[in-house]
């Protein structure tokens, strides 16, 4: 099982996500493993590999016996490691269905073995058994590393949003729309600045989820005689990670995320509006504050797309169902809708795609290696974008700036 740890009397390494067998017993290994290979990942990451490696605890309990796996990696059994592996290696590969994170899971749960028996086998302890089992762990190696989950064949979709999908998601989260499915004033706010803030500013979901209530700041540009407005992207500067009450705790993905981002008049206006008559006064830092007075948390976030997408006209759900394959918009498909249509823009206004291709890096956050820009540059030319969106993206806001 997968558990949060969040004693203030542990260690602070300990503390945070971590995996239990049915009696509620840490794993052992998996507690070392996180300690000795995790602790510079990001906490999005280190949750996520957790939770694959719990999968691998769970078939090796099934088929082996509780505790089997620790079992096995203390008493370096290679025979029964090997065992665990293969048997766990054929249930996620005969899988009626696969996902595109089985290849991640089973690297993860192969990686975890082979660096826990490593470790031990390069152990000072003067043991002519550990040191005899380096043609096990050579032979382990061998067998394992090459294996492969088969990925479904599919297109590499780009998840951008067409335009009528967007302005149908303008028209039905505006606060003042009676189709606005959200009852409660606060709530609509929140929901609304959130999409604003995702759409118009590229943020991934964890980056929104962190910012704190002062998030934008302002100054006076001299040459363009004018204020201008940013945010820093970054972890709260309030908070810390022991006073965040949320289970899945959001968190900056890379060194490349923590950027600072230009903000439009028309953004600061709604997310000032939002701060000043509707968030209320909870007893913490963050900007988006749940309807209970926390922080608003991931699976929340989930849930508000989920409900406003049921709400959206009958066409348009169905637009979205054979657009994306599913029927619900997540807060990453309006990062990729605000990445096409950045894009767009920068080539518009006569960058070359290397120059547009390099500020879109800096503007989401991404390494100068990265090829992601290049995956949007197809999108750019559809039509239902470029159409529509090519001149009225940052102005479309201003119509809203009579709300109060």
């Known amino acids: 099982m997968f558990t949060r740890l969040t004693l203030t009397d542990l260690p602070g390494p300990l503390r945070g996500p971590v995996i239990v067998d049915d009696l509620g017993r840490p794993r052992f290994w998996a507690v070392a493993w996180s300690v000795l290979a995790l602790n510079d990942t990001a906490p999005a990451t280190k949750e996520k590999r957790l939770r694959y490696l719990e999968s691998l605890y769970a078939h090796s309990d099934s088929k082996f016996g509780l505790g089997s796996l620790d079992s096995s990696l203390s008493l370096l059994d290679m025979d029964r490691l090997s065992r665990i592996l293969e048997t766990w290696f054929i249930s996620i590969a005969n899988q009626p269905k696969q996902s595109s994170s089985d290849e991640a899971r089973w690297q993860t749960g192969y990686e975890f073995v082979k660096f826990v028996v490593s470790w031990k086998v390069r152990s000072p302890v003067s043991n002519v058994h550990l040191k005899g089992l380096q043609s096990s762990l050579d032979r382990l190696t061998h067998l394992y590393k090459q294996l492969r989950v088969q990925k479904p064949r599919q297109a590499d979709r780009i998840r951008s949003l067409p335009a009528n999908i967007v302005q149908s998601l303008y028209e039905h989260l505006d606060p ?39 998030a934008i700041k302002s100054g006076f540009d001299g040459e363009r005689n004018q204020e201008r407005f940013w945010i820093n992207i970054q972890s709260n500067p309030y908070e810390g990670e022991d006073s965040d009450p949320r289970f899945t705790r959001p968190s900056i993905k890379t060194d490349h995320s923590i950027r600072q981002l230009p903000v439009s008049s028309a953004v600061v206006h ?36 989920v409900k406003a997408c049921l709400a959206l006209p009958k066409d348009i759900q169905a637009q979205i169902k054979a657009h994306l394959g599913r029927p619900n918009i997540t807060p990453h498909d309006l990062r990729h809708t605000c990445a096409v249509i950045r ?20 503007f989401f956050g991404w390494t100068r290696a990265s090829t992601m820009p290049l995956k949007y540059a197809a999108a750019v030319f559809d039509n239902r974008l470029t159409s529509v969106w090519s001149e009225k993206f940052d102005s479309q806001i201003e119509v809203l700036r009579a709300l109060s």
């Open 270 to 305: 709604i997310v000032q509006s939002y701060v000043d008559n509707y968030r209320g006064r909870p007893g913490h830092s963050f900007l988006m504050n749940s309807q209970k007075g926390h922080p608003l948390s991931t699976e929340s976030l989930t849930k508000i797309f």
């Open 343 to 362: 894009l767009n823009q920068l080539l518009r206004q006569g960058d070359s795609m290397d120059e547009a291709t390099q500020k879109l890096r800096t």
């Open 176 to 214: 003042s729309s009676k189709a606005n499915p959200f009852t409660r004033n606060h709530t609509r706010w929140l929901v609304y600045a959130s999409f604003i803030l995702l759409l118009h500013q590229g943020l991934r979901r964890g980056e929104l989820l962190l910012l704190p209530l002062d």
